[in-house]
C-alpha cells in the first residue's frame, strides 16, 4: 500500500512514490495534479535554477503561439505528443476557439496526464487522447484514435513541445521525428520547443539543477541551436528558423526580455512540402 493517502484523481496502477515528467511540469505551470514526490525534485531543481519556472512558462507560450500560426496556415487537425497534463491553454482550446471542427489528438506516456486528459474531453467528440510512448511512431500512428480522428490526406499540425529533450541521441530523436514526418501529408507542419543553449551561454546553475533532475526524475538532454536545426530534416523552416523561445514570434515587445538572444531553450516550426 503506498505511504502517502491517494487522491481520487490519480489512477490505481501508478507509483506514488517516484516523480514523473507530466507532474513535476504541472507543479511548475502552477497545476495541482502532482504529489509531495514530484514538488519536492521540483523545488529542489528550482532552488538549484530558479529561472526553470520562466523557461516551462515560455514553453507553454510557445506551443500556443505555434498552434495559432499553424491554424493561420489553415491547419484543423493536431497531434499533440507529449502533450502533458491539461493545463488552461490546451491546444483544442486555442484551435477549436478559431474553428469549432478542429480535431486534437492528444497522445502521452503518463497515467495522470491521459486520466485528467480524458475527463476535460468528455462530450468534444473531436477531442481524443491516447496512452503511448511517443517514441514508438508506428504504435502512435496506428492506434484507432488517430487513424479515426486524424485525416491523413489533409494537413496536420505535430506538436513535439518540450518533448525531445528526454530523448537522448542513442534512442535516435531524428529516427523518430522522421516517422512522423514520413507519415504525414505535404503542407503539414512540425512545431518544436527544445532546452539548450550556446557557446558562452552556459550558467553553472544549470549543472546543479540538471543533476538533481536527471537524478530524480528522468535524463535531460541540452542541445545546442544546429543540433535542434536538424531535428527539421524534410521540414523547411518557416522565419526566423530555430530561435531562442521568446524571439519566435513573439506576440508584443514586451515579451521579448533583455536576456532573449541568450534564452536557455529554442523553438521552431517547419514545413513539410
Not at 42 to 47: C, G, M, Q, S, Y
Not at 151 to 157: A, S, V, W
Not at 196 to 210: F, V
Request: charged share 25%; net charge negative; hydrophobic share 45%.
Amino acid at each position: 500500500m503506498d505511504s502517502v493517502e491517494r487522491p481520487t484523481w490519480a489512477p490505481g496502477d501508478i507509483d506514488l512514490s517516484r516523480p514523473s515528467i507530466a507532474r513535476v511540469y504541472d507543479y511548475w505551470l502552477g497545476g495541482a495534479h502532482n504529489f509531495a514526490v514530484d514538488r519536492a525534485v521540483a523545488d529542489k531543481t528550482l532552488a538549484d535554477a530558479p529561472v526553470i519556472k520562466e523557461v516551462v512558462l515560455n514553453h507553454r507560450a510557445f506551443l500556443r503561439r505555434a498552434v495559432r500560426y499553424l491554424l493561420d496556415q489553415g491547419v484543423r487537425q493536431f497531434l499533440d505528443l507529449g502533450s502533458g497534463i491539461p493545463t488552461v491553454g490546451n491546444v483544442h482550446e486555442i484551435a477549436q476557439a478559431t474553428d469549432p471542427t478542429a480535431r486534437v489528438v492528444y497522445v502521452d506516456v503518463d497515467p495522470v496526464a491521459v486520466a485528467h486528459s480524458r475527463a476535460i474531453l468528455t462530450g468534444n467528440d473531436l477531442v481524443t487522447v491516447l496512452q503511448r510512448d511517443v517514441r514508438n511512431a508506428e504504435s502512435v500512428l496506428g492506434a484507432p484514435e488517430v487513424r479515426g480522428l486524424l485525416d491523413f490526406d489533409r494537413p496536420i499540425g505535430v506538436l513535439m513541445v518540450a518533448l525531445l529533450h528526454f530523448v537522448p541521441d542513442d534512442e535516435d530523436p531524428q529516427g523518430i521525428v522522421a516517422a512522423y514526418r514520413d507519415a504525414i501529408p505535404a503542407g503539414s507542419h512540425l512545431a518544436l520547443s527544445h532546452v539548450g543553449y550556446e557557446e558562452g551561454d552556459w550558467d553553472p546553475a544549470w549543472d546543479r539543477a540538471t543533476g538533481t533532475y536527471n537524478r530524480g526524475v528522468t535524463q535531460l538532454v541540452w542541445r545546442r541551436g544546429h543540433e535542434v536545426e536538424a531535428l527539421f530534416k524534410g521540414f523547411d523552416l518557416v522565419e526566423p528558423g530555430v530561435a531562442r523561445l521568446p524571439l519566435w514570434h513573439p506576440e508584443s515587445p514586451d515579451d521579448v526580455g533583455e536576456d532573449a538572444a541568450r534564452f536557455v531553450s529554442f523553438g521552431a516550426v517547419g514545413r513539410k512540402s
